[in-house]
Every structure is written in C-alpha cells, then in structure tokens.
C-alpha cells in the first residue's frame, strides 16, 4: 500500500495531494480541506501553533491509511498536515482519497480526517486577545482544593 503521508512547517499543496491519489481506475477523488477559522468556542482566535511528535505522528498517519485502504479496496489516500505557527484561513491539513466510485472516495476521506483527528499526536494550540491555551488538554494534577486520601 502507498500513500503519501507527511507533517510540513510550510504551505500545504492541495494539488500534490491530488496528483499522488490520482489513478487511471478511478472514477472519483475526493478532497478535505482544514482551515484555521478565527473563533473557536465562543472565543476569537488570531493564530494557531501545531506541535507533534513527528515520528509517532507519521507511523499512525500510515497505520490509519493502511487500515482504510485494507477497509475500502482501491482507495489511494494522501494526508499532508502543517506544523507550526498558522494564520486565520491558512490550510492545516489535505486529505484526499481516490477510488474508482464517488461514494468510498467520500467515505475514506472522511475516515481518513476523523481518524487522524481521534488518533495522531498533534497538539493544537489557539491564540487569541484572551491569551493562549492547548486545545483538549486538560491539567492532570490535584487542584488545591482537593485534599489527598
């Protein structure tokens, strides 16, 4: 199974991701685009930083594509995803699936965002005029006011 599968600290190339997935047997592609928005729970959003653990990223990046293309037969798959410091409309991350009918190539692309998502370790963090803070992590430690048993 081949896909392309890379973290990157510059621009996102929606069409290199298309041309890798591009297949003569394929009727379909279909392509997800992520943008930084510029509010975000209620909240103003100026910039986003994108951390990860780059190794482990791209091994689970692969291991969900094989997965997908072993569920959906014929799907070619490709997922480039930013690191770094990103400005409001900026692309965070291309997903783009190919297969030879439109509905697998929509069903994998969605796979393909939604697992990368639940499963990758990239760390999110918002800038906005209310300071800055890591999306979806929460402190670990006892609070102060809890007392140990």
């Not at 992520?34 to 689970?60: F, I, P, S, W």
């Not at 929460?138 to 140990?148: F, Y």
Request: net charge negative; glycine share 6%; charged share 25%.
């Amino acid at each position: 199974m081949s896909h392309l599968i890379a973290l990157r600290e510059t621009a996102l190339s929606v069409d290199e991701a298309i041309d890798s997935v591009r297949r003569s047997s394929s009727g379909g592609i279909a392509v997800f685009l992520g943008t930084v928005r510029d509010h975000n729970d209620g909240q103003a959003v100026t910039v986003l930083e994108y951390e990860a653990y780059a190794t482990m990223a791209e091994k689970e990046l692969s291991a969900i594509a094989d997965e997908i293309e072993r569920e959906i037969p014929g799907v070619a798959l490709a997922v480039l995803h930013r690191v770094g410091r990103l400005q409001v409309g900026d692309v965070a991350v291309v997903c783009a699936a190919s297969s030879p009918h439109r509905d697998e190539a929509f069903r994998a692309c969605r796979a393909l965002i939604e697992r990368t998502k639940a499963r990758v370790p990239i760390w999110k963090r918002e800038h906005g005029p209310a300071g800055s803070h890591w999306v979806g992590w929460t402190d670990a430690r006892v609070s102060a006011d809890k007392t140990a048993r």
